[in-house]
């Protein structure tokens, strides 16, 4: 970056004279995008033959939807709609450059059509509110309609009675007097969609149909990516409501619906599509010559005492304001109108403008990190990234050579996926799976996701996750199968699956704790889902395991047994060394495999009479932190044996999440697969001064960005539940991100973390490293940090005990580690209560001030700022370095803000993100430290996520939907500091 704009003086004083040129009004858009409010419903001219060709429409009325001008000819959609006695009619002409493209099956996932070329219409009339999705089922050639009505015409969340409607292949009646027709453009560019929506489907009681009835019709259009089933590349919604803005959430704003009125005639004057986007134009002209390569320029108005008055113009290109130009070099003139960023007239005096202009911002691709994929990214063939974001491995199971890994829940990436013979992914499946099982075949499944309100149980191919849906009598069952329809009665939850040669084996537990008997096995035939025999009773057990002979074994937890599926008849098993079984696997030569949960905490294997054959990973596992030991497990949920005869084990903690790969000959670890991380990538930030650091909350990881590997070194702090006073876990998911950094204190280089809260109540937390490894060593925060429980929503669900049973777990603390030992005790901490009583017990008000947004950061001075605003700075540093806060840090600013707080100390600076209002407008500031005055601000009228709801798309210059601060950095001396925002 370059500054070639010179700072230079304006006098203003003919404030009066001051004209605008360019501007006019926009039509029917709002910046670059379509601002439809309202739908002309015109009269269709005769009888409507639904078949696409749309030769006996009246288009008149229509609306055309995009969300940027400058692509609507790849992503938008015309909208028309026609009306008569008994049926409302649109016609949708969309642009798309995959058209017509969508692999969702409507029998095995009737809610996910929306996810490729789909287009959703959210419709309210006087008595009932209803969804319907539509989309093109490709591989059938089958037109489908989803239909959703509100149980609750005023209220989304009281549910919806939803039924599916699908065309015969190559049909266009859906039945329930829905018609529905596709035809692609000559071009291949895109496609006609006519839809026939009888009235007696949009009302509960239809009304006397004429001119003059409204109803509101939202429109959500949907493009999907080349797989046609994973989720849209494109997206828009419209015809709004007058005023109305807001684009998210769209399916339950029934505000934002715009109107659909009923014309007695047609032949309307076309919509026209103008933007109110213009130059930026004055009579005040700032020049400046800048290099010719310049690709961007932006530009501030400030006062003589340097404040900031105007963003004038950001992110702009050089050529369009050029007056003049060399070889070398070009002059450019950009006008001003005399206006402050809220558009009053500033007051007459002397003005000058200041600019920064550069060749262009970019971005290239490094590495990617704590993700296994082969790529990193998902692909079109399904065979990129990994796993789930909101929880870790879970299960593990075979199936012929193929392995197949399941995550309990998952929004993003993938709940289930299929690993081929060498190693890699090569599909994904978007339900979770709490319990798993396999054959040579097919995969099996105890799904879970949020649509999934009961116990069933789902059948996918092992090579590709197609779906397979049980067969009985010739006819496909539900591929949700119910475990209710299977037992015959929904008394049981699955606590167990297993797969032998011809049977599914369930492990089932009374949901009802008197329920008799507590726990049963159903003996499933695979193939029909119906059970071979009665439910057996048998003893409690927490897992189960087959062989491929049907020999089925159990474990309570203590012993492992094996069971008689016929009787329930349990026989324990002498198995030496063995402590604490838990995960259970049988490999092809009917060894057992068991995860010993006891003090050796490694994978044990015993011969079926019972002699043990061998482990794999160090005895004794993993530590809780510290170095990271590859060659040991921890908290092991699922194991199972490949063909080749390998171990494959699942450790389901955070701390990594992890698979890993052993060989049962010598014990030792073949491969593992790390990660992945949390959602939107939560967690994970970089070291401030060695980019070969990076971290997932407290996981270190190493980079070598040449070969663009990485590799898990250690776990800094992880607090042990058995020990007394250890306190403050390090998340690995929260969007408050840590902060990694180096000091000099006290004449000696030393390694840092800041952790900032999540939520004002988890207060502020300072590790350091130590020749004993990673501890906390001062915290201001509350009480319920240190003893008892305050949950992710706030509630207290655990009281203070022992030496803090006095206090509320809202009460603030000052704590520093004054024995060195990383652990809180009540010495230890300066307890500050509220001046006067709380006015109710639960009440959450913290006495002194906390909280900040989730890219604050610290100082290296080890200043902190929080909302307020206020400061806290250390009082002293102990010989070893560290940091102590009192009561007497506390300092507070003049000037009432909230958000990220990021100080630059070499500029007495703070950078203030602001969400003071949030999700309403707010700043972007930055605040003198020293006496709280705002040297600068930048519009931000729509931050953060709920913000950018409103927004329209962007422009140059404008800032939307800023989550965070993700740094600052020294470009030169010339530019200086610059900060980055998320």
């Known amino acids: 970056m370059k500054i ?104 095995f996932n009737p809610n996910d059509g929306w996810k490729s070329d789909s287009v959703q219409i959210r419709a309210r009339t006087a008595d009932r509110t209803s969804w319907f999705t539509t989309w093109y089922f490709t591989p059938k050639a089958t037109p489908v309609l989803h239909q959703a009505i509100w149980k609750d015409a005023a209220n989304s969340r009281a549910g919806t009675d939803e039924s599916l409607h699908v065309a015969p292949d190559g049909g266009t009646k859906l039945g329930g007097g829905f018609e529905m027709a596709y ?54 919604a419209d015809n709004m409501q007058p005023g109305q803005t807001s684009r998210e959430f769209f399916w339950s704003a029934t505000r934002s619906w715009g109107d659909a ?37 932006t530009l501030v108005v400030e006062d003589e005492q340097g404040r900031r008055v105007r963003n004038l113009a950001g992110d702009l290109l050089p050529e369009d304001y050029t007056v003049a130009e060399t070889d070398k070099t070009r002059t450019v003139e950009v006008g001003w109108d005399g206006l402050d960023d809220a558009g009053k007239r500033v007051a007459p005096g002397r003005y000058r403008a200041r600019g920064l202009a550069h060749d262009g911002l970019g971005a290239e ?136 040669a011809d049977h599914l084996i369930l492990l089932l537990m009374a949901k009802a704790t008197n329920a008799a008997p507590t726990h049963a096995l159903a003996v499933v035939d695979k193939a029909t889902a119906v ?89 004794g596992g993993r530590a809780l932190r510290g170095d990271f030991d590859s060659q040991a497990m921890r908290e092991v949920s699922s194991a199972a044996v ?48 060695d980019p070969a650091l990076a971290y997932v909350g407290p996981i270190e990881l190493k980079l070598d960005k040449a070969s663009r590997s990485w590799k898990v070194s250690r776990v800094l702090w992880v607090p042990d539940p058995a020990v007394e006073g250890e306190r403050f876990a390090i998340s690995p998911g929260e969007h408050a991100h840590p902060q990694r950094f180096t000091a000099n204190v006290k004449g000696k280089t030393r390694e840092y973390m800041f952790v900032p809260p999540y939520r004002d109540y988890l207060g502020y937390k300072i590790f350091m490293e130590t020749p004993e490894g990673w501890r906390p060593v001062s915290a201001v925060t509350t009480v319920g940090q240190i003893s008892g429980t305050i949950d992710g929503k706030g509630n207290a669900v655990d009281a203070p005990s022992g030496d803090f049973a006095a206090f509320s777990p809202f009460d603030a603390v000052f704590w520093n580690d004054a024995n060195r030992d990383g652990r809180v005790q009540r010495a230890e901490c300066d307890i500050v209560q509220p001046e006067k009583p709380r006015a109710k017990p639960g009440s959450r008000t913290i006495p002194i001030p906390m909280g900040s947004g989730w890219g604050e950061r610290i100082a290296p001075d080890f200043t902190f700022y929080v909302n307020g605003i206020a400061r806290y700075r250390p009082i002293s540093f102990t010989d070893e370095g560290a940091p102590v806060y009192t009561r007497d840090s506390l300092e507070r600013l003049d000037v009432d803000e909230r958000g990220d ?3 630059v100390n070499e500029e007495n600076l703070l950078l203030c993100l602001s969400f003071k209002g949030y999700a309403n407008a707010t700043r972007i500031a930055g605040i003198d430290t020293r006496n709280g ?39 030169n001396d010339e530019v200086g500091r610059v900060f980055l925002m998320r």
């Not at 324990?572 to 949960?597: E, H, I, K, Q, R």
């Open 261 to 297: 009125i009923l014309l007695a005639k047609g032949g309307l004057e076309p919509r026209r599509y103008v933007s109110d986007e213009r130059r930026v134009e004055g009579l005040f002209k700032f020049r400046a010559e800048l290099v010719k390569t310049a690709a961007r320029m």
């Open 4 to 107: 070639k704009i010179r700072p230079r003086t304006l006098v203003c004083a003919a404030l009066s004279a001051m004209i605008l040129t360019g501007a006019h009004a926009a039509e029917n858009m709002i910046g670059r995008q379509s601002q439809n409010e309202g739908l002309s419903v015109v009269p269709a001219p005769g009888r409507v033959v639904i078949d696409g060709k749309l030769d006996d429409w009246d288009f008149s009325g229509r609306i055309w939807s995009f969300a940027d001008q400058a692509i609507r000819n790849r992503y938008s959609a015309e909208v028309a709609a026609m009306w008569d006695d008994d049926a409302l009619y649109l016609g949708i002409k969309w642009r798309d450059p995959t058209p017509m493209y969508n692999t969702i099956d409507p029998a």
């Open 531 to 619: 059970l071979t025999g009665p439910l057996v009773k048998t003893k409690r057990l927490s897992a189960i395991a087959a062989a491929s002979d049907g020999t089925v074994y159990g474990t309570d937890g203590a012993t492992i047994f094996r069971i008689d599926v016929k009787t329930g008849a349990q026989k324990a098993l002498n198995l030496p060394g063995l402590a604490a079984p838990s995960a259970l696997a049988v490999d092809g030569s009917g060894n057992l495999v068991v995860m010993d949960a006891g003090p050796d905490r490694q994978i044990k294997i015993y011969a079926p009479d019972g002699r043990l054959l061998g482990t794999c990973g160090r005895r």
């Open 365 to 500: 691709y490094e590495m990617c990190l704590y993700n296994p994929g082969t790529p990193p990214w998902d692909t079109v063939q399904g065979n990129g990234a990994w796993g789930a974001d909101h929880s870790a491995p879970l299960r593990v199971a075979r199936s012929g050579d193929w392995m197949i890994v399941s995550w309990a829940f998952a929004e993003g990436g993938s709940g289930i996926i299929g690993i081929g013979p060498d190693g890699l992914k090569r599909w994904g499946e978007k339900r979770g799976a709490t319990l798993l099982a396999a054959d040579d075949r097919y995969v099996y499944g105890i799904p879970a996701g949020w649509h999934i309100k009961r116990g069933v149980m789902i059948r996918l191919d092992k090579t590709t996750g197609a779906y397979a849906p049980f067969v009985r009598d010739g006819k496909e069952l539900p591929f949700e199968y119910p475990i209710d329809d299977l037992v015959g009665n929904d008394a049981y939850a699955t606590a167990g699956i297993a797969a032998t």
């Open 933 to 971: 005055s705002i040297r600068w601000e930048y519009p931000n009228p729509y931050p953060g996520v709920h913000g950018s709801h409103r927004a329209p798309m962007p422009s140059p210059g404008s800032v939307i939907g800023p989550l965070k601060i993700a740094g600052v950095a020294h470009v």
């Open 901 to 903: 707080l990021v100080p």
């Open 642 to 689: 490949d063909a080749a005869g390998k171990v494959w084990v699942v450790e389901s903690g955070n701390y990594p999440r992890r698979v890993s790969i052993w060989n049962p000959d010598d014990g030792s670890l073949v491969r593992d697969y790390i990660g992945n991380t949390g959602y939107a990538g939560t967690g994970c930030f970089l070291h401030d001064s």
């Open 183 to 236: 035809l692609k453009n000559e071009d291949g560019q895109g496609f006609v969609q006519e839809i026939r929506i009888p009235w007696t489907q949009l009302f509960k009681t239809p009304p006397s149909i004429q001119a003059g009835l409204a109803m509101r019709l939202g429109f959500e259009f949907l493009w999907g990516d080349p797989t046609g089933n994973t989720w849209p590349v494109h997206r828009y």
